[in-house]
DNA sequence: ACCATTTGACCCTA
DNA sequence: TAGGGTCAAATGGT
């Protein structure tokens, strides 16, 4: 399956048309937004119906987005079954043949076409001390053991890789033997109907839906690119949380780096579930996300009556 | 029988 | 060419 564009157009054409596609669809999204926030101060049936439309637009914008950063640069994309029938990377399950070796035969070059190395950028770090669900159906389909590492990184890709295209994979690989510690780096969203699952595990919990949520930010200092953040907003890390992002330049910081978002902000369960994917655990923990390429964290904490406390303990 | 995991082979990128 | 991401046949569990 090939890019977006023509097959005819010269390589670097077509990347730079994909690019150009891409800035179209976030700008689409930020308008969306935008509408969605005008809708959700009005008041009445009809504005009611129309914000539901323009969540949807936004959700199409984003899950658009998401199969389009699979494709990235590459010259073969990765575009899910569901619009590429027929595809032999796609086709749900292994095409049995005889037991002659792929080698040498067209199905050898039917995986190369389908082989591509996923890009970094749009994935994120988070460790933990175990292994808890985080609201996804994983299948596993890879163990590699890492040069210069104790442990061995494990695979993992959306269970609805197949069935509904989702993109999403993740690795997982123990970085601490005592006291245990997993780091799992997350890539691509998930674009399955599963979707919610994870946001509505957090929501679920009694008493964190009339809560509010703090999100704090940090450059942990491994960034590569942009070392110099002063303005949250210019982050790439938030490129990938457009909502987030809108909210955020529009709000007031409560101290430096900090947001807060509360119910009344409109900002709940479709707005955050990008976020909650990552950090389905913060009701319970404080944990963090870290953008792999910026080097940004950004930690989710449900915050109850304590936001002061909360603020002393990052500020410190 | 079906589905998930294991594991060696394959192949891309740096 | 080494390292690591993915594939897919073999295997195991229900």
């Given at each position: 399956m090939k890019s977006c564009c023509p097959e005819n157009l010269p390589y670097n054409q077509r990347k730079a048309i994909d690019e150009l596609i891409r800035d179209k669809l976030i700008r689409g999204r930020e308008f969306a937004n935008q509408l969605k926030v005008?809708?959700?101060?009005?008041?009445?049936?009809?504005?009611?119906?129309?914000?539901?439309?323009?969540?949807?637009?936004?959700?199409?914008?984003?899950?658009?987005?998401?199969?389009?950063?699979?494709?990235?640069?590459?010259?073969?994309?990765?575009?899910?079954?569901?619009?590429?029938?027929?595809?032999?990377?796609?086709?749900?399950?292994?095409?049995?043949?005889?037991?002659?070796?792929?080698r040498s035969t067209s199905k050898m070059r039917d995986r190369r076409e389908c082989y591509k190395r996923r890009k970094a950028s749009h994935s994120w770090i988070k460790d933990s001390p175990d292994l808890q669900d985080d609201g996804h159906a994983w299948r596993k389909y890879g163990q590699k053991v890492i040069l210069n590492a104790k442990f061995p990184r494990n695979y993992f890709r959306c269970t609805h890789k197949f069935d509904q295209g989702c993109q999403a994979t993740k690795q997982v690989q123990r970085i601490e033997e005592e006291p245990p510690m997993y780091r799992t780096t997350y890539s691509g969203h998930h674009t399955c109907k599963n979707l919610l699952r994870a946001s509505q595990l957090m929501l679920d919990v009694p008493g964190v839906t009339d809560s509010s949520i703090l999100l704090s930010f940090n450059d942990n200092g491994h960034g590569h690119h942009h070392d110099n953040i002063t303005n949250i907003c210019d982050s790439p890390f938030l490129s990938s949380f457009q909502s987030i992002k809108h909210h955020i330049s529009h709000n007031e910081s409560y101290s430096s780096h900090h947001y807060l978002v509360s119910p009344d902000d409109h900002l709940s369960k479709l707005d955050l579930e990008d976020v909650i994917c990552g950090v389905h655990s913060s009701c319970t923990n404080n944990s963090s996300i870290t953008h792999q390429s910026s080097g940004v964290d950004m930690i989710v904490t449900s915050v109850d009556s304590h936001l002061d406390e909360v603020l002393a303990y990052f500020d410190s």
């Open positions: 005008i809708f959700s101060d009005s008041i009445g049936d009809g504005s009611a119906r129309a914000e539901d439309l323009v969540v949807k637009v936004v959700n199409t914008f984003t899950s658009t987005l998401s199969i389009l950063n699979g494709v990235e640069s590459d010259e073969v994309s990765q575009f899910p079954a569901s619009i590429h029938v027929g595809s032999p990377c796609y086709d749900g399950r292994k095409s049995e043949d005889s037991g002659e070796s792929i």
